[in-house]
């Protein structure tokens, strides 16, 4: 198992965000976790990343316990995260900041490379690749959120809400681009509210609400399920 995280527990001061919760990522798989706002899916994407501390439960990568890891550390086991709402340095160009991502030695000697995979993926951003973040379009910067992580050359991707804020049809060619990069070889876990998008390209779920898992399997199953159809289709 790549990722193994087990009766997790993370709060905000006294409140609880996430209770109990245990999801596992196999190599080579994406996994979806769904939920309405305010579920803690963000919460449990930042743990895994090292962002914030949990107060109970472990957490695993590649067989390696994260808990005596410190926050900063933790890319250096092959975890890059996406964050909601991009989080790029809008002031620098499209290859700054993705030169940001590859900032470890080892990511540093593959930098060319990973280079060139980033804008074999999004053509655009090699265009634009002087032009300043900041002026490019909400779709444009997603690109180059998602460039930036792959530039660190990770083996588990963390996607926070990659859809959040995209026109629809950009957000069909960001999932596509997501399809691509794992069927070259690279696991994700992917937090999303578009379930169906999620779902379409997910080989398992886990549903979060109110902090724990309420659901989890196969997403025809999950699809399956009237709460599930109700819930966060609409249907």
């Known amino acids: 198992m790549l990722l193994e995280v087990s009766n997790l527990s993370v709060g905000y001061g006294g409140a609880p965000a996430i209770v109990d919760v245990s999801i596992a990522v196999e190599a080579g798989e994406v996994v979806a976790v769904i939920g309405p706002n305010g579920a803690g899916k ?42 909601e709402g991009r989080r790029l340095f809008t002031g620098m160009t499209v290859e700054e900041n993705l030169e940001i991502g590859c900032y470890l030695p080892a990511a540093r000697k593959l930098r060319q490379q990973n280079l060139d995979r980033v804008y074999e993926l999004f053509p655009v951003l090699r265009e634009r690749r002087q032009q300043i973040s900041g002026t490019l379009s909400g779709g444009q910067q997603q690109m180059v959120a998602i460039g930036r992580a792959l530039m660190a050359g990770p083996r588990l991707l963390l996607l926070d809400e990659p859809s959040l804020g995209l026109a629809p049809s950009i957000v069909g060619d960001v999932f596509r681009v997501v399809r691509a990069i794992n069927q070259a070889g690279m696991a994700i876990l992917l937090v999303e509210q578009n379930v169906g998008q999620a779902l379409e390209i997910a080989n398992r779920a886990y549903v979060l609400e109110e902090g724990r898992v309420v659901a989890s399997g196969l997403p025809a199953e999950l699809l399956a399920q009237s709460r599930i159809q109700e819930a966060y289709l609409g249907l």
Do not use: E, Y
């Open 42 to 83: 963000s919460t449990l994407i930042n743990a895994i990343a090292g962002l914030l501390r949990w107060r109970d439960g472990r957490m695993s990568i590649a067989g390696v316990d994260l808990a005596g890891v410190a926050s900063h550390r933790v890319c250096r086991h092959g975890i890059a995260l996406v964050p």
